[in-house]
C-alpha cells in the first residue's frame, strides 16, 4: 500500500491548512489510518488517528480541539483538517495506515507510510 500525503505549506500563525492522504487499495476501509509528524531533531510523534470506519478518533493533546481527522473511505482518502496552527506544529506530516481497524497512537503498530508533506508555521 502506497500512501501520498499533501496539502502541507508555509502559513502564519492562526491559519489553517487540509492535510489529505491517498491510499490506494480495495480493503481502506478495514485499516485504521493515523497522523504522526516530525519536527527537525526531535522524534517522531503521534498526532491523531481514526478507526476503519470513521466511528472512533483518537488526538494527541497538544491538537485537541484545534486538528480534526477524517476519513471518506468511498474516496479512499484521509484528511486532517489544521486549525489555529501554532509555530511549534512545524514539522513534517505522515499519514500511515495499520492492517487492523482499531486505532493506535503506536507508530510501530502502523504497517505502511507516506513519503510526508512539510508543514511551516511562522509566527
Known amino acids: 500500500v502506497q500512501l501520498q500525503a499533501s496539502g502541507g505549506g508555509l502559513v502564519q500563525a492562526g491559519a489553517s491548512l487540509r492535510l489529505s492522504c491517498a491510499a490506494p487499495?480495495?480493503?481502506?476501509?478495514?485499516?485504521?489510518m493515523g497522523w504522526f509528524r516530525q519536527a527537525p531533531g526531535k522524534e517522531r510523534e503521534f498526532v491523531s488517528a481514526i478507526s476503519g470506519s470513521g466511528g472512533s478518533t483518537y488526538y494527541a493533546d497538544f491538537v485537541k480541539g484545534r486538528f480534526t481527522i477524517s476519513r471518506d473511505n468511498a474516496k479512499n482518502a484521509l484528511y486532517l483538517q489544521m486549525n489555529s496552527l501554532r509555530p511549534e506544529d512545524t514539522a513534517v506530516y505522515y499519514c500511515a495506515s495499520r492492517v487492523w481497524a482499531q486505532i493506535s497512537e503506536d507508530p510501530e503498530a502502523y504497517d505502511y507510510w507516506g513519503q510526508g508533506t512539510q508543514v511551516t508555521v511562522s509566527s
Open positions: 487499495g480495495r480493503r481502506f476501509s478495514s485499516y485504521a
